[in-house]
């Protein structure tokens, strides 16, 4: 699933990929400025 969610470094809006691994819900952000950021969104 495709979203939207702010740049941990300079705070824009950027896409974002949420999605489920090994039972966690990740987020995969993506700044053209400051590269790419994968953060858990939940875990058990």
């Known amino acids: 699933m495709q979203t939207k969610s702010l740049c941990p470094e300079c705070k824009k809006v950027i896409d974002t990929i949420v999605y489920e691994e090994d039972g966690k819900v990740l987020l995969e952000k993506v700044c ?7 953060d ?5």
């Open 32 to 38: 053209p400025e400051h590269g790419t950021f994968k």
């Open 40 to 44: 858990v969104y939940w875990s058990p």
